[in-house]
C-alpha cells in the first residue's frame, strides 16, 4: 500500500497535519518514536500562550491535540524512523520494524535539548543533570541547585525552581541575558536566585548524584567550586534533522530549509514545526505549519495527477 501522505512525527506540528490530512481525505500515517504523542511541549507544566486555553498543561494540550486526531480516524504506528530514501515519483520511509511507501513526506521531528558537553553530563543524567525543570524540579525541594543558559527557558527555570528551592544559582556565560524583559527583572528580584555571570561549566562532579559544579569566570580567571544537589541545563536546542541530512537542504544550525509552505527543496518532502528554518517555535506556529503542510501537500498531489 502507498500513503498520500506519511507525517514523521506527533509533536504539536504533525497532530495538526494529521488532524487536516484526514479533513482533506488524504491516506494519513503518522509515525511516532515516542509511546506518547504532543513532542517537547510534554514536557513544559504550563502553556500560558495556546490562544482559548490560558494556563492548560504542556501534558492536556499534547493529549488534546492527539484525541483531536484520533477522532478524525488518523493511523498512528510507534516506530522510529531511521532512513527515508526519495525515489522519483514515491518515497520509502523505513524504521526500525517496518518499511513503508508514499506520495509524500511531511517531516515534523521537533528539536532537543543542546548539552553543554562537560564531563559528568551524561554520566549523571537523571541524577541531578535535566533538561526540564518543569519535569524534575519536585525532587529537589528545600535543596540549592543551578540553571545553566541566558535565554528565556533558562530564565523561566530559575524562577519556576525558585518557588520549591532553597537557593538557584543562575549561571551564564555573559553579562548580560538574551531572555525577554520581564523575565530578567523578575529573576533579578527573586531573592533566592543569585545570578553568576561570565562563568562556564567545566565539570560536573558526583559519585553516583550531582553533588558540585567546576566553574571557570572568564573575566576574574578564577576558578571555583559550588555545592549543588542538581543541574538544570537550558542552553538551546537542536533540530531532529538527523534523517534529513543528505536528503533536503538544512541550514547553517541544522534545520530544514522551508518558508511557511513547508516547502523543501525536494519535491514531495515537506518541514513542519520546530525542525524548519523560521523566527517563532511554539505550539501556535508548528499547529500552523501542520495546516499549511497538508495545503502544500495536496497541491503537490494535484499538480503530480495532472502530469
Ligand atoms: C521546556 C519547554 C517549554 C515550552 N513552553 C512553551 C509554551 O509555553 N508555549 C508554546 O507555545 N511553546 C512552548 N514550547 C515550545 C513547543 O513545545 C514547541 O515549539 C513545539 O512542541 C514544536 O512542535 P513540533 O511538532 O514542531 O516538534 P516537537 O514537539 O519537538 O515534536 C517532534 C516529535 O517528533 C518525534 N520524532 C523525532 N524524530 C523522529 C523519528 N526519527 N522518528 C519518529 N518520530 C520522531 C519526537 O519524538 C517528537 O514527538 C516549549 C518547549 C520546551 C522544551
Not at 520549591?164 to 525577554?180: S, T, W
Not at 517563532?280 to 495532472?306: C, F, H, P, W
Request: aromatic share 6%.
Amino acid at each position: 500500500m502507498r500513503y498520500d501522505v506519511i507525517i514523521i512525527g506527533s509533536g504539536p506540528a504533525g497532530l495538526a497535519a494529521a488532524i487536516y490530512g484526514m479533513r482533506a481525505r488524504l491516506q494519513t500515517l503518522v509515525i511516532e518514536k515516542q509511546p506518547m504523542s504532543g513532542g517537547q511541549i510534554l514536557n513544559t507544566y504550563e502553556v500560558d500562550n495556546y490562544p482559548g486555553l490560558p494556563g492548560i498543561g504542556g501534558f492536556e494540550i499534547g493529549q488534546k491535540f492527539r484525541e483531536h486526531a484520533d477522532k478524525m480516524g488518523a493511523e498512528f504506528v510507534t516506530a522510529e524512523v531511521l532512513k527515508i530514501e526519495a525515489e522519483a515519483d514515491y518515497k520509502k520511509i523505513i524504521t526500525e520494524k517496518e518499511t513503508y511507501e508514499t506520495r509524500t513526506v511531511i517531516l515534523a521531528t521537533g528539536a532537543n535539548h543542546r548539552k553543554l558537553g562537560v564531563s559528568g553530563e551524561e554520566e549523571l543524567a537523571g541524577m541531578g543533570v535535566s533538561y526540564c525543570a518543569t519535569c524534575d524540579g519536585a525532587f529537589f525541594r528545600g535543596k540549592t541547585v543551578a540553571v545553566i543558559g541566558g535565554g528565556d527557558v533558562a530564565l523561566e527555570d530559575a524562577l519556576f525552581l525558585a518557588r520549591a528551592c532553597e537557593k538557584v544559582y543562575l549561571i551564564h556565560r555573559r553579562d548580560e541575558f538574551r531572555g525577554a524583559k520581564v523575565l530578567v527583572e523578575a529573576v533579578k528580584k527573586q531573592e533566592n536566585i543569585e545570578i553568576i555571570w561570565d562563568t562556564i561549566v567545566e565539570r560536573i562532579n558526583g559519585a553516583d548524584q550531582v553533588e558540585s559544579l567546576s566553574l571557570y569566570n572568564r573575566k576574574k580567571d578564577k576558578r571555583e567550586d559550588k555545592k549543588v544537589s542538581g543541574v538544570f541545563i537550558a542552553v538551546g536546542i537542536v533540530p531532529n534533522t538527523e534523517i534529513a541530512k543528505g536528503i533536503v537542504e538544512l541550514d547553517e544550525s541544522g534545520y530544514i530549509i522551508a518558508g511557511e509552505d513547508t516547502v523543501t527543496n525536494v519535491p514531495g518532502i515537506f518541514a513542519a514545526g520546530d525542525v524548519r528554518t523560521k523566527n517563532l517555535r511554539q505550539v501556535i506556529t508548528a499547529a500552523s505549519d501542520g495546516a499549511n503542510a497538508i495545503t502544500s501537500v495536496e497541491k503537490y498531489l494535484n499538480m503530480e495527477a495532472q502530469n
